[in-house]
């Protein structure tokens, strides 16, 4: 199995109800600008672990499980919506770093909240990293009725346990299926992974540690406009990193491109966009050496 190089520790911080669970690498200084990683969908805190072991120098890293993701609890919800996201980050650094910016990196989903908060609360963000956070496909107002009702129906199914999450019979089979999701993941990291992405439940099986209503659409439309008036507000220097295998037209269908993407970006003021080569979506498995390297440059 993968041999941790740099231990993390749980801290359970009271944010908005919500115990949330924060993983923490490092010790705080006035010489270290605090790094906060942000996981994305489906994913937890822990998965950044290989590229905080990668990393050439000890930083003060800040992961928080999103709410209703890995040792964070949903408070009994069952749907969630973006601007919570936004607003436990926001809270997260009033208690980690009240007085300073924060170097800001997020991941697929976590990436999308990072573009958004440095958009709302520039002067808290001192370096943003965005890794494949690519957003959604532009929407139409006649989408609306058709989108609330798709959301209202799989309220329904959620509530009479019909979009439940997969458990499986032991660590190995959780393993199993990350190695499935991703090919380029090595069996003594899955094996780590599946370690901290589950956890056995009172039936003795392990359960994916993410709440069902992520599954959920949104019942909202994505505005582009909103997005790239929020994008256009993002005034410190950014970094772009999408993988050499990055899938978006693929996820997609054809409806959202990397072309597309490349052209919202216009509005960032200083951004810089990068590509790792032989890698996937979950860039900091396939490569956290490079991603590590990467990113330590950019905020030195």
């Known amino acids: 199995m993968y041999q941790v190089k740099r231990p993390s520790r749980s ?19 006035p010489n270290k600008i605090p790094l906060v990683l942000l996981h994305g969908w489906m994913d937890v ?5 290989f590229m905080v072991d990668a990393f050439s120098q000890g930083h003060y890293v800040i992961a ?34 009240p007085d300073q910016a924060v170097n800001l990196v997020g991941h697929s989903m976590g990436g999308g909240v990072a573009m958004q908060y440095a958009g709302v609360r520039p002067e808290r963000v001192r370096r943003l990293v965005n890794l494949e956070g690519f957003g959604m496909p532009a929407t139409q107002p006649d989408q609306a009725a058709e989108r609330l009702g798709r959301w209202m ?9 019909e979009l439940a999450l997969r458990a499986y019979a032991e660590s190995a089979g959780v393993a199993r299926r990350l190695m499935k999701t991703n090919p380029r993941l090595n069996q003594d990291k899955a094996d780590w992974l599946a370690l901290n992405w589950a956890q056995k ?53 054809g409806r959202f491109t ?12 200083q951004l810089r966009i990068v590509r790792i080569e032989d890698a ?5 498995h396939d490569q956290p050496e490079q991603l590590a390297s990467l990113i330590e440059d950019f905020i030195a």
């Open 11 to 29: 801290e359970f911080i009271p944010i908005r109800q919500l115990q949330y669970h924060v993983r923490v690498w490092g010790e705080p200084s």
């Open 45 to 49: 805190a822990a998965s950044y672990q």
């Open 64 to 97: 928080p499980d999103w709410r209703g993701f890995g040792l964070t609890g949903g408070g009994g919800a069952d749907c969630y919506w973006h601007p919570d996201y936004l607003a436990d980050l926001d809270f997260l650094l009033d208690h980690y770093a």
């Open 153 to 161: 129906d799989e309220l329904k199914q959620l509530n009479l346990g």
């Open 201 to 253: 439940n009172e039936a003795g099986e392990w359960q994916i540690l993410g709440e069902p209503g992520h599954k959920l659409p949104n019942p909202y439309l994505y505005r582009v406009d909103e997005v790239l008036a929020v994008y256009a507000r993002i005034s410190m220097p950014a970094l772009m990193v999408e993988a050499a295998n990055h899938k978006l037209e693929d996820w997609w269908k």
């Open 258 to 269: 990397l072309a597309e993407h490349h052209e919202r970006l216009r509005v960032v003021p």
């Open 280 to 284: 996937g979506h979950m860039m900091h």
